[in-house]
């Protein structure tokens, strides 16, 4: 099938889950109402994704607070109670961040309940999303390893040893988040890709990058206005993906000012083009989706295009989000010529 679909990962959580459009949210519940409430957004998630035609779907990260945390925060050497505001993806905002305190170990799985459910609850290829290493390290305050390169591979071996027991549950792709690398461009080169490329060394699934410019929270959205007429980060980055291990890269384009030319850069990766911006609440017409599509058909076979979103919906409306994901799915389809039903 061409211009197969997917997200970015994140949707958002219903309000009686926990506090709506908010990154960092507070649940609502605990103990075990709090995990039944968590599977039952799964579903919702899970339906809406279906109900859409997306065709490679993710639990909407239903479970987790921060896409970074959510994993980080359960290995062992990382204090998630031990905070420190700091500045963060090059000092564009500061965050409170959790330290690390000693030596980082994956002592049990992080993700694997969630994973099982979610490849019980539906019948569609199955996604998780993960923080990778500079990203998480850019995310937490560093007390042990002082040596952001020795902290990133310490992580990734962490998040190998997840991947492989979560491909053994049926996931089908794993996608690694690295908007970090939007922004240390020398330590993409230095030790970034190879840390990545550490990660997804020998599994057994369809491997994913998801490289961006942020959900479209202020910080973000101010941070991009000053990015000027052309924003050539991924320019910076590309060739050092092309050589990478992974099998496609994810990356905004949709409401943005990237130039489609930085496509030809990748490769022969495939490229999961962000075809729904996050960061504005107009819903997009499926003549807007497939022409992003049609943009992206210039520099890619179209065998090397996947339909996704710019970033993750988590801070969004959830009648918005549900409106792109429909969108989504009927721009592809009219990218691949067949009539969009009613859904």
Known sequence: MLFPTTIA?????????????????????????????????????????????IDLVTDGEQSRRHFVHGFAGALAGVDSAKLARRGIRGDRYEADCPTIV???????????????????????????????????????????????????????RAIREEIEDLVTLGVDAVQIDEPAFNVYFDEVDEWGVAA??????????????????????DANVKWKAKLGEEWDQYAHIFPFLAQSKVGAVSLELAGSHVP??????????????????????????????????????????????ICSTNCGMAPMRRDIAYAKLRALGEGALLARGETILSR
């Open 9 to 53: 990962g994140s949707l958002p959580k219903p309000a009686w889950l926990a506090e709506p459009e908010r990154l960092w949210p507070d649940w609502r519940l605990a103990g075990a109402a709090l995990r039944e409430a968590q599977r039952d957004a799964t579903r919702i998630a899970l339906f809406e994704q279906e109900h859409a035609g």
């Open 260 to 305: 489609p030319r930085v496509l030809g850069m990748l490769g022969d990766k495939k490229a999961a083009i962000g075809v729904i911006d996050v960061a504005t609440d107009r819903v997009e017409r499926a003549e807007d989706v497939a022409k992003t599509i049609e943009l992206a058909r210039r520099y890619l076979p179209d065998e090397r295009i």
């Open 196 to 217: 990545l490329d550490a990660c997804i060394d020998g599994v057994r699934c369809e491997t994913i990058v998801h490289v961006c410019y942020g959900y479209g929270v």
């Open 102 to 156: 000693g030596e980082v170990r994956r002592n049990a799985p992080v993700h694997a309940d969630e994973m099982r459910f979610a490849r019980e609850a539906t019948k569609h290829r199955l996604k998780i999303t993960i923080p990778g290493p500079m990203t998480i390290v850019d995310t937490l305050n560093d007390e042990h390893y002082r040596d952001r390169k020795k902290a990133a591979f310490a992580f990734a």
